[in-house]
């Protein structure tokens, strides 16, 4: 019997939470981030949680390890963080998962940060965990990055006029009926900016909580330039096209494997 189905029986109110990993080529810090997620905490508060692990077709034991720990894996048709992100969004839905919070594999988030978030997360409303502030590594990003991060935030408030302090951030917390309303079509790393402009767009309500930020374990996937120019594309693109040109992954499914 599953610990929420036993927990209404006995007429506690639990929610369910659904912990959204994208993974490509993270077993050097998956483990880790797996046994720090505060599954404990979280039904304290209420919520009985889920981790799923999106997989971009790894060639190393990234599934393995998620596997082994008792995780749900999906894997990509191919790969891109904004596919596994929208797959694991659709999943979600499918569901019937009553939140959804998304981080990083690779030891940069901090998964107890998730806990003030889900206090604080209401009826139909986005949560986003801000990196740029005191509590960020000294070596968790380069000062390239750092400027960048707070220029693209900068260009996202400028265009579409909705509050963030970090459009480029990892860490997500969506209720299911926010959820719902996400209308996306990213197929790389410009896929939380493609976010933010869609609560913009459907004026979903949207608020900022700052998170420690240090830096990651692996082979960096993220290029300064390159996805830098590809994030203030979609910002422009979904301001001057509130909907997506193209709505669907591939002919129209997102397809996905699993191994339970």
Known sequence: MRRHEKRKRQGIDVKRLMILLPVLNEAEGLDVV?????????????????????DGKSTDNSRQIGAE?????????????????RLGFDHAIKEQFDALVMLDADRTYNPQDMLEMIKQLKA??????????????????????????HVLTWSAVLLHGLE??????????????????MNLNSMD????????????????????????????????????????????????????????????????????????
Request: charged share 25%.
């Open 124 to 149: 139909g409303a986005v949560i986003v965990g801000n990196r740029l502030n005191s509590s960020m590594g000294s070596d968790a990003m380069s000062p390239l990055n750092w400027i960048g991060n």
């Open 69 to 85: 720990a008792g995780c749900k894996v999906l894997v990509q048709p191919s790969r891109g963080k904004g596919e596994a992100i």
């Open 164 to 181: 963030i302090h970090d459009v480029c951030s990892g860490y997500w917390l969506f209720d299911r009926q926010a959820l719902l309303r």
């Open 189 to 260: 790393f410009e896929i939380e900016a493609e976010m933010y402009a869609q609560c913009a767009i459907s004026e979903i309500p949207l608020s900022n909580i700052p998170v420690s930020y240090g830096a990651r374990v692996g082979e960096a996937k993220l290029g300064s330039l390159r996805d830098g120019t590809s994030i203030l594309r979609k910002l422009l693109v979904r301001k001057l096209f509130p909907l997506p040109v193209e709505e669907e992954l591939g002919q129209g499914k997102l397809a996905f494997e699993s191994n339970d």
């Open 34 to 54: 797996l046994e720090q997620i505060p599954e404990d905490a979280l039904h304290e508060l209420g919520w009985d949680s889920e981790i799923v692990i999106v």
